[in-house]
Every structure is written in structure tokens, then in C-alpha cells.
């Protein structure tokens, strides 16, 4: 019974550092499912790769679609406001985008899916170190 908690207990561990590892969200607009992965946990100032999966209503995956994301945060005293945009190239089926968080702080973060003419948004907040 001890070896089977220990092993529990290493399990768990090994989990929570899966878990730790990027940084994920899933979020619905309006037909899609989306799921939005970022390689650090938290984002940092500087580099960031992201990954955006998109299902559909049927749980198939959305690869013809054209998505951008947005980033921004907002003026603080004595700083404007920051502005960005970075398109997305599809590989594996996933979007892949580069993030260039220029600070660390509170950004606005808000994926936007075209497809058939149509818009959707999936907006969040991340908190870069
Ligand atoms: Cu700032």
C-alpha cells in the first residue's frame, strides 16, 4: 500500500509539471471550440511561440481558416499604448504565431478567426513576467 501512495504521489508530481509545463486556455466562440497554448508559463517579455487548434461543432479539426492575434496593452502613466499584431501560419493542423511581448505586464491578447466571411474573437488576458 505505501509503494502504491509513493507511486501515487510521483504521479501526481509528474502531472503538475505537465501541466506547469506551457501555458493553455480553451475558450468557445461562437461555433468553435479553441484552444490556445503558449510555450511559457508564464509568457515572458521577448519571444513566445503560440499554438491555436480550432474544432468545430463536431469536434473536427478547422484548418481552413485565417486567424491573426492581436496583442496589447494598454497606456500607463507616462507609456502610450502598445499595439500588435501577428499573423499565423498552420502547421500540423495547429496556427503557430510568434508573440513579441515588448514588457512584462498585463497584456490583451485576442485571436481572431475568419473563415467564410465571418469573424470570431476569442479575447483573454495574460500576465507576462
Ligand atoms: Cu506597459
Not at 465571418?118 to 507576462?128: A, I, R
Request: aromatic share 10%; no cysteine; net charge positive.
Amino acid at each position: 500500500m505505501k509503494k502504491f501512495i509513493s507511486a501515487f504521489i510521483m504521479l501526481l508530481f509528474a502531472a503538475g509539471f505537465a501541466y506547469a509545463k506551457d501555458y493553455t486556455i480553451t475558450k468557445q466562440a461562437g461555433d468553435y471550440m479553441v484552444h490556445v497554448m503558449i510555450d511559457k508559463n508564464p509568457p515572458v517579455a521577448g519571444e513566445n511561440q503560440m499554438q491555436i487548434i480550432i474544432q468545430d461543432k463536431s469536434g473536427a479539426d478547422v484548418t481552413d481558416a485565417t486567424v491573426d492575434v492581436d496583442y496589447s496593452m494598454p497606456a500607463m502613466m507616462g507609456m502610450p499604448a502598445m499595439n500588435y499584431k501577428a499573423a499565423t501560419e498552420m502547421k500540423d493542423k495547429k496556427y503557430n504565431a510568434v508573440l513579441k511581448f515588448s514588457m512584462s505586464g498585463a497584456w490583451n491578447i485576442a485571436v481572431k478567426i475568419t473563415r467564410a466571411g465571418k469573424t470570431q474573437t476569442v479575447k483573454f488576458n495574460v500576465d507576462v513576467s
